[in-house]
């Protein structure tokens, strides 16, 4: 079970947050947030988490964009939802500092493993969200690229969460359809 009240309060806080961002694919981006918490919410429960455990996957799967994308401050998230929640979303975010893409994934995942397996699981459903069909611009090369970089996180993370572990294995596998060979 997890708190719905913490649910409403930590959407409300993401969704101020993001304001107009937008998705990839020109959708509001709470459609993406809400996605990823659904499916940690599934996981959750299926994994009969306690409260105070999947309230820290939950509150983490809702902010898990806001020190990358906005101007909350790490904080920020530590005055008003404390030091698990701040940490787990701290290492949910890139380090914009290093200089590659390959470099920043790798430095966050390192980060990752250092944090419990309720923080983990929300880089699982964020990949499974993220692997619904790529945007139209996006070429064969760079939509290659982002199912081998699924596939790395799957195998870095894979043991925080059964269902999601399988999840993100089945969407894997599906994203194929979209790889030209
Ligand atoms: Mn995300």
Same mark, same amino acid.
């Given at each position: #079970?997890?708190?719905?009240? /913490?649910?409403?309060?930590?959407?409300?806080?993401?969704?101020?947050?993001?304001? *107009?961002?937008?998705?990839p694919?020109?959708?509001?981006?709470?459609?993406?947030?809400?996605?990823?918490? #659904?499916? @940690?919410?599934?996981?959750?429960? &299926?994994? =009969?988490l306690? *409260?105070?455990?999947?309230n820290?996957?939950?509150?983490?799967?809702?902010?898990?964009?806001v020190?990358?994308?906005?101007?909350?401050t790490?904080?920020?998230?530590? #005055? &008003?939802?404390?030091?698990?929640?701040? /940490?787990g @979303?701290?290492?949910? =975010? &890139?380090?914009?500092?290093?200089?590659? &893409?390959?470099?920043? #994934?790798?430095? =966050?995942?390192?980060?990752?493993?250092?944090?419990?397996?309720? @923080?983990?699981?929300?880089?699982?459903?964020?990949?499974?969200?993220?692997?619904?069909?790529?945007?139209?611009?996006?070429?064969?090369?760079?939509?290659?690229? !982002?199912?081998?970089?699924?596939s790395?996180?799957?195998?870095?993370?894979?043991?925080?969460n059964?269902?999601?572990?399988?999840?993100?294995?089945?969407?894997?596998?599906? !994203?194929?359809? !979209?790889?030209?060979?």
């Amino acid at each position: #079970m997890f708190s719905q009240e /913490n649910f409403v309060e930590v959407l409300n806080f993401a969704a101020l947050a993001h304001g *107009e961002q937008k998705t990839p694919k020109g959708l509001p981006y709470l459609a993406h947030i809400t996605c990823v918490a #659904m499916e @940690v919410i599934n996981a959750c429960e &299926k994994s =009969s988490l306690d *409260e105070a455990k999947a309230n820290l996957a939950i509150s983490c799967a809702l902010l898990h964009d806001v020190i990358e994308d906005t101007n909350i401050t790490y904080d920020e998230l530590y #005055m &008003k939802f404390g030091e698990d929640v701040a /940490n787990g @979303v701290e290492a949910l =975010s &890139k380090d914009i500092t290093l200089n590659s &893409k390959q470099a920043q #994934m790798k430095d =966050s995942i390192e980060r990752l493993l250092t944090q419990s397996y309720e @923080v983990q699981m929300v880089k699982l459903a964020d990949r499974i969200t993220n692997l619904q069909a790529p945007p139209e611009h996006w070429d064969n090369e760079k939509i290659k690229n !982002y199912q081998k970089e699924a596939s790395f996180i799957l195998s870095c993370l894979g043991n925080s969460n059964i269902y999601l572990a399988n999840r993100l294995k089945e969407k894997i596998e599906d !994203y194929k359809k !979209y790889i030209k060979e």
